[in-house]
């Protein structure tokens, strides 16, 4: 089945970009599919930051959605020598502190069927 | 784009049926049947519990079901384990290609 692994630093400056990879395991990225990032601050609820669009096959390739809420902030991409892809979120603050998780949101439905274990970040100076 | 409104918490005794309700707007949860449940045990990751309001995936129980009614999704979890004991989040599709959770209920058995 689709493992996914996210990895990088686990702090970061204030005003610094939080990088972060997935690792995608058993599944190609380069398959239609949506990949996602979903983060969870310290003792509260998840929080949908967006997902990328990837098919080697579409003229649509690369499309991103982003929560509004952070869109300015933030840039998905995916890299398919390596089968993973990745989140920046830039200009960070004390608020952006949590478990980042990647996932697979399905390619046929709205919701999240694979995630990744998740990975804290906090963001200190 | 605002959270959907779950409870804090949920009791119930084993054996017990409990229900968390999840309430959006005709943007999300109202205006589209693509609603799922997550549960989340302590520090692991969200599991898919129910999709499309009323799905679920293979090996899901069949105690967990979800329904919905105008703006209120619903899980109901049936004939409670101790295992059961978890946050469970809400999700709706909320138009344009995004997506939002609800701010998360905690589940105990008593």
């Known amino acids: 089945q689709v493992q996914l692994q996210e990895s990088g630093p686990g702090l970061v400056k204030p005003s610094d970009t939080l990088s972060l990879t997935c690792g995608v395991s058993n599944y190609s990225v380069s398959s239609s599919n949506w990949w996602g990032w979903i983060r969870q601050p310290p003792g509260k609820g998840l929080e949908w930051i967006g997902y990328i669009y990837y098919s080697g096959r579409t003229l649509y390739s690369g499309t991103t959605y982003y929560n509004p809420s952070l869109k300015s902030r933030v840039t998905m991409s995916v890299d398919t020598s390596k089968n993973q892809f990745s989140l920046k979120l830039s200009s960070v603050t004390a608020m952006d502190t949590a478990v980042y998780y990647c996932a697979r949101k399905d390619p046929s439905g709205w919701y999240f069927d694979y995630w990744g274990q998740g990975t804290l970040v906090t963001v200190s100076s | 784009q605002s959270a959907l409104t779950q409870p804090a918490s949920v009791s119930g005794s084993p054996g017990q049926s409990i229900t968390i309700s999840c309430t959006g707007t005709?943007?999300?949860?109202?205006?589209?049947?693509?609603v799922s449940w997550y549960q989340q045990h302590p520090g692991k990751a969200p599991q898919l519990m129910i999709y499309?309001?009323?799905k679920r995936p293979s090996g899901v129980s069949n105690r967990f079901s979800g329904s919905k009614s105008a703006n209120t999704a619903s899980l109901t979890i049936s004939g409670l384990q101790a295992e059961d004991e978890a946050d469970y989040y809400c999700?709706?599709?909320?138009?344009?290609?995004?997506?939002?959770f609800g701010g998360g209920t905690k589940l105990t058995v008593l």
């Open positions: 005709s943007s999300d949860v109202g205006g589209h049947d693509l």
């Open positions: 499309e309001v009323t």
């Open positions: 999700c709706s599709y909320a138009g344009s290609s995004t997506m939002v």
